[in-house]
C-alpha cells in the first residue's frame, strides 16, 4: 500500500538537507531511527511506493529546484510553510524575506491549495504582544492575498524542553515570556480569523482545540482530504493517526531526525540544544541512509536489518 510520507515534523530537511533527500530518492529507500525507542526500519520512497510527500519547512528557497526533479519524476507533494512574525530573538537563523519570496513561487507554481501557510507558534511576551501579532498578521496575510486559502495557528506548547529554553532566554535578555489565559487567546485567533478572512484565508487551529469555533476550524496538517482534492479526485483511502494531543493528521511516516535542525528557533521542541543540532548539520553525511548518522553506521544498521528474522525483514528489493 502507498504511503504518505512527513518530510518532516522533526527537523528542516527543505532548508538544509536537500542533497541527502534526492540521494534518497536516487537509492529508493531511506532509514528511520524512530525517536521513542531506537527501535530501526526502511521506508520506500520508490514512486509507486508515496501516494504523497507532505513537505515542512521554514525556507523553501534552497529546494525549489529539487521540488522540478520531483514534479518531472511524477511525485506527488504539498507544503507546511512556517512562516511567523516572531521576532529575531526567537528566530535567529531565518531569512524571513527569502521565505516569503519562495511561498509566493509555490502558489503561482503549484497553487495556492498546496500551500498551508503555518503561523506557527504564537507566543506572548514582552516583546511581542496581541497588538503585535494581529498588525503583523495582517500585513503577511495581505501579502498572501490571492496565493494562501489556508493558514494554521497555535500557541506556543510547554514541553520541559521549550520551557527550558525560555527561562535561559528570560536569564540571558529582557525579554519576558507571557502565558495567557484560555480566553486571551480565543479572542486573539477569532481576531487573526477576521483578518485572514478578508484575504481569503480560512483560519485553523493545530493541537489547540479550544480555538475551534465558528471562525476557526480545527487543522489537519497531514491531510488525506487535501490529498484527495490534489491528487486523487477519483478516491483516496487513508485514516487518522495523531502524532499528539488534539493532533488531527492523517497517517503517515516521518524521515526526519531529531537534533539535527539548525534553525535555532527557542521554541523548537525538536532540538534539544542549537550547540548540539548545529554540530549535527555540520558533520552530516549526505550518503548516509540514516539522517543524521554516519553512513558507516548507516550502512551497519541497513546489514542489520537485511538479516534480521523473516518477519521483521526489510524488503529486498529496496536494496536491488
Known sequence: MKKIISVSRRTDIPAFYGQWFMNRLKEGFTGVVNPFGGKKYIVSLKPEDVSCFVFWSKNFTPFLENLKILDESGYKFYFNYTITSLPEIFESNLDKQSAIDSLKYLAKTYSPAHINWRFDPVIISSVCDAKYFIERFRKLAAEFDGLVERCYISFVTEYKKVLANFDELEKNTQVKIEYPDVDFKIALANELSDIASGYGIKLYSCCCDYLINEKVQKAHCIDGAVIEKLFFPEGFTYKEKHTRQECGCTESYDIGT?????????YCYANTNKGRANSAFRIHDANSAFLGYT???????LEEIQNTSPENKADQRLFE
Do not use: E, F
Open 295 to 301: 553512513k558507516s553506521q548507516s550502512d551497519q544498521w
Open 258 to 266: 531529531y537534533n539535527t535542525c539548525p534553525h535555532g528557533c527557542i
